[in-house]
């Protein structure tokens, strides 16, 4: 229904943080679920028949960001609106830490043998169909996918991922971080990236623990340990051992710790490291954070240390190395100076969902991978061995013409140097880069600073400006969409869940993104345990001004225009009285947040005089609040401090749930007078 109403001319959606699921936290999900008598199969981690196959496939559609190629039928503008950001200069947030004078912190990445080296890419003459085989060495064939529709002038690309000089390159960067004495990091995205990255995560895994997971092999083996799916598994299910083996098996794992580099901890006070679930492994929230921390991560004591942070594909690592080596030479960013970092990206249509979709196998043996349209004439082919990851991609023409067009655009309102970040060495690039020298002339560019470079000149060029204080629009591909408005964003205000993400609809309608929710589950254990949630909902509501408006443009509605201008009022009193929710208990969380936008927002409508009406409805409701302020504050806090129950993690109970976020009965009393 959602992706039907994105294809409405006159939609206006307002798109809430995805909560990306890995395979972990779908287990979690079912037994959840199926407690509460719902009847839902287990998942099925290797299908060995039709049946499960079939399970697995139901499974696999909700797994990482399931509804972003549903409703995103338009292109991303993130960035912050002009009140968010200039508070942050005004109040530069205080979590940047500086640089030491020596700093081993660096990216290890691959350097042959990864998608980035391997990549393949053509643009289609005419539409028709594909599909993707795997040929054996012997010239069998097997067919993986099939009916893969094509378009007239979309691009394709396709690579693949050597297992053995994958792990080959762990082996390496394991005993390089262990010699130099730093931790070792690990940093991919297994939730949006939900076929791929969890392999490339086990594959660290199995290497890191591999002296125990070879010693115990047999046991390991009945017990259905997957390494994939992080070392909490195998604590979780040695549990069902005999006393002594598990506690031979614990004590070998402790072993391990001592041999190989000391890991970056996730949380150091309950021993989970950065191998633990590959659910906490989400490279956008995790790198901008060791840049913020002076090049530095949390360790098992519970201290900052300098890392290895691995990013095995070259795609993209090295944008990560960019900015870390400006910082080792300049410095930590000033918050209070540096210039705004805006995003246009290509995202229409499932455009570049790297390792996210249905077209990213496992090889199933030594052979080739190809790419084949409907006549049998191969289109692009890999050499892959068994296990290996191959990965196809697609994006479409229309969305590439439109992304150019918003690129020009966002470059013409805010007169902002506009940098396309596309790596002439890198297959797929070098066919956008076609595509754009073909479109960028069709608009006016007149007075426009619009460039091409490569992600790593794209940094460079972007950090210098940024540190001078200048803005820059980064018009960069899906993938780099996602890592940018975290990257900047943190850095610049501490957070990226401030960020606005307006995206016009390909068909005229507008679809309004809010926030990043990465962060989610673990805000939501927190409240589970003490009853404080931390969740910072300004995203949402600079949405909802982006919404109001973009309504009362469309049906020339003044009391739709007259809300978001007074929502926006709101949100730059809530920035500048610092109503955000604290991380710690028994302070203002989300539900005092909210209260004071809501005391802001019906405080401007008290005081507007453009309409009576909303004016005369809105003056009690200001009072009441206003008068009851200190109360109400008393009571959201007092709330606080113990263990909350909502009747379920993944489907809590509605009402239980609506009496944890309510509790206070003076606040709850006035607005449901309204």
């Given at each position: 229904m959602c992706g039907e109403l994105c294809l409405d001319p006159s939609a206006n959606i307002i798109k809430l943080p995805n909560i990306s699921a890995s395979i972990p936290q779908?287990?979690?999900?079912?037994?959840?679920?199926?407690?509460?008598?719902?009847?839902?199969?287990?998942?099925?981690d290797d299908p060995a028949n039709d049946e499960q196959r079939a399970v697995h496939a139901q499974f696999s559609k909700v797994i990482g960001s399931a509804v972003n190629p549903v409703i995103r039928e338009g292109n991303s503008d993130r960035r912050a609106s002009t009140a968010v950001k200039e508070h942050g200069k005004r109040n530069p947030h205080r979590m940047m830490q500086d640089w030491p004078e020596v700093s081993k912190t660096r990216v290890g990445h691959m350097t042959s043998g990864d998608f980035y080296g391997s990549e393949q890419a053509v643009t289609i003459a005419e539409a028709g169909s594909a599909a993707i085989e795997f040929v054996s060495r012997?010239?069998?064939?097997?067919e993986l996918k099939s009916g893969i529709p094509l378009q007239s002038g979309e691009i394709i690309d396709c690579a693949a991922m050597s297992v053995r000089e994958l792990r080959e390159f762990y082996v390496e960067e394991m005993d390089k971080a262990k010699a130099e004495d730093v931790l070792l990091s690990f940093h991919v995205k297994t939730t949006m990236m939900r076929v791929s990255d969890p392999i490339i995560f086990g594959h660290c895994v199995s290497v890191y623990y591999q002296d125990v997971l070879d010693k115990h092999a047999?046991?390991?083996a009945e017990l259905a340990v997957n390494p994939d799916?992080?070392?909490?598994?195998?604590?979780?299910?040695i549990q069902a051992l005999p006393d002594a083996k598990r506690a031979e098996i614990e004590a070998d794992i402790q072993a391990v710790y001592e041999i190989r580099p000391k890991l970056s901890m996730v949380n150091s006070n309950r021993g989970i490291t950065n191998l633990h679930v590959p659910s906490d492994v989400i490279i956008d929230a995790s790198m901008p954070v060791i840049v913020r921390d002076g090049g530095r991560t949390w360790g098992p004591d519970n201290e900052l240390h300098d890392t290895i942070a691995i990013i095995p594909d070259r795609s993209y690592a090295t944008i990560y190395q960019a900015v870390i080596e400006d910082c080792q030479e300049h410095g930590a960013y000033d918050p209070s100076a540096v210039g705004s970092v805006s995003n246009v990206g290509l995202m229409a249509q499932a455009a570049?969902?790297?390792?996210?979709?249905?077209?990213?196998?496992?090889?199933?043996?030594n052979g080739t991978i190809r790419v084949v349209d409907a006549s049998g004439t191969t289109l692009m082919e890999q050499m892959v061995e068994e296990d290996d990851i191959f990965r196809m991609c697609q994006t479409k023409d229309a969305p590439i013409q439109d992304w150019v067009r918003l690129g020009v655009g966002r470059a013409r309102i805010t007169n902002s140097a506009s940098v396309f970040w596309l790596d002439p060495e890198r297959a797929h690039d070098a066919e956008l880069i076609k595509k754009v020298d073909e479109y960028l002339p069709l608009h006016d560019t007149t007075g426009l600073d619009i460039r091409t470079m490569s992600p790593i000149d794209a940094m460079r060029f972007t950090t210098a400006r940024s540190r001078a204080g200048e803005?820059?629009?980064?018009?960069t591909g899906n993938v780099?969409?996602?890592?940018?408005?975290?990257l900047f964003?943190?850095?610049?205000?501490?957070?990226?869940?401030?960020?606005?993400?307006?995206v016009p609809l390909l068909e005229g309608g507008g679809l309004f993104e809010t926030g990043a929710g990465g962060s989610a589950p673990r805000h939501v254990q927190q409240f589970l345990e003490e009853g404080h949630l931390r969740w910072d909902s300004l995203g949402e509501f600079c949405a909802l001004v982006a919404s109001f408006e973009h309504y009362g443009e469309v049906f020339n509605s003044s009391e739709a225009k007259l809300l978001g201008k007074t929502l926006d009022q709101a949100i730059g009193e809530h920035l500048e009285h610092q109503r955000a929710p604290s991380r710690r208990v028994n302070e203002l969380d989300t539900r005092g947040s909210h209260f004071y936008l809501g005391l802001y927002w019906a405080q401007a409508l008290a005081q507007q005089t453009e309409d009576p009406e909303l004016q005369a409805r809105f003056t009690e409701v200001a009072r009441q609040m206003t008068d009851n302020e200190d109360k109400i504050v008393q009571e959201l806090v007092e709330a606080q401090g113990q263990a909350v129950d909502i009747g379920g993690y993944y489907r809590p109970i509605t009402a239980m749930a609506a009496n944890a976020m309510r509790p206070s009965a003076t606040l709850n009393a006035i607005v449901d007078a309204i």
């Open positions: 779908l287990k979690s999900a079912i037994t959840e679920l199926q407690d509460k008598g719902y009847d839902i199969p287990d998942y099925p012997d010239g069998r064939v097997t047999p046991d390991l799916n992080g070392i909490a598994e195998l604590y979780t299910k570049e969902e790297y390792g996210s979709h249905d077209k990213t196998f496992k090889a199933p043996g803005d820059t629009i980064a018009v780099l969409r996602d890592y940018l408005t975290d964003p943190i850095l610049e205000l501490g957070t990226s869940a401030k960020m606005l993400s307006v």
